[in-house]
């Protein structure tokens, strides 16, 4: 029975070499330095084995799918993918942040801007109303940012390892 291939994958992208270059898989060892057999090349891409496609061995693929016409280099490709999906998982939080902040920069202006403006002798009767709006507007993005930094601070906004008690919503 074939194994269902995810689309980011090592497995993934040794079938599209493989099926690009002619003699497939075992054109796929021959190109490694030393030699490897064409099993061992399907085995690379196989997540229930614990075989590991050797850094050479995937440049050297990915230079062969070059010579054979291939554009771009499908293994550092889908490396690449999941090394950045990994990043997301991991520091997904600090990217929220960094996100949020150009929000709590341009909210507290504008609530600046408000104040300044209903202080003025100039000030329309709906200067304080302004303050009232970009104030709450100002401060749910910053309790955003603040419930997004929370989950930064170990032991806050998050179940710790080995306890029975789940991380609060």
């Known amino acids: 029975m074939t194994k269902p291939r995810p689309p980011v ?21 021959a190109a ?6 064409a099993g061992t090349v399907r085995a690379w891409g ?5 075989e590991q496609i050797p850094v050479d061995c995937a440049i ?9 016409g291939g ?16 990043a997301v998982e991991r520091f997904g939080d600090r990217h929220a942040l960094a ?12 609530v600046s801007a408000a104040i300044i ?27 955003r940012a603040m419930a997004v930094a929370q989950r930064l601070v170990p032991g806050l906004g998050r179940a710790q390892p080995g306890s029975d008690q789940e991380a609060p919503p």
């Open 46 to 50: 196989d997540p229930d084995r614990p």
């Open 71 to 86: 554009e771009g280099a499908p293994i550092h490709e889908t490396y690449t993918l999941q090394l950045e999906l990994a």
């Open 32 to 37: 490694c330095s030393p030699p490897r057999q």
């Open 60 to 68: 050297a693929i990915d230079l062969l799918y070059r010579e054979h």
């Open 117 to 143: 403006e209903a202080s003025l002798p100039s000030a329309d009767a709906n200067a304080p109303s302004r303050i009232l709006r970009e104030g709450e507007e100002a401060i749910s993005i910053i309790r």
């Open 9 to 29: 994958s090592i497995d993934a992208a040794l079938a599209r070499i493989a099926g690009h270059v002619e003699g497939g898989y075992a054109a796929l060892g």
């Open 99 to 110: 996100r949020i902040g150009a929000d709590v920069v341009r909210e507290t202006s504008e």
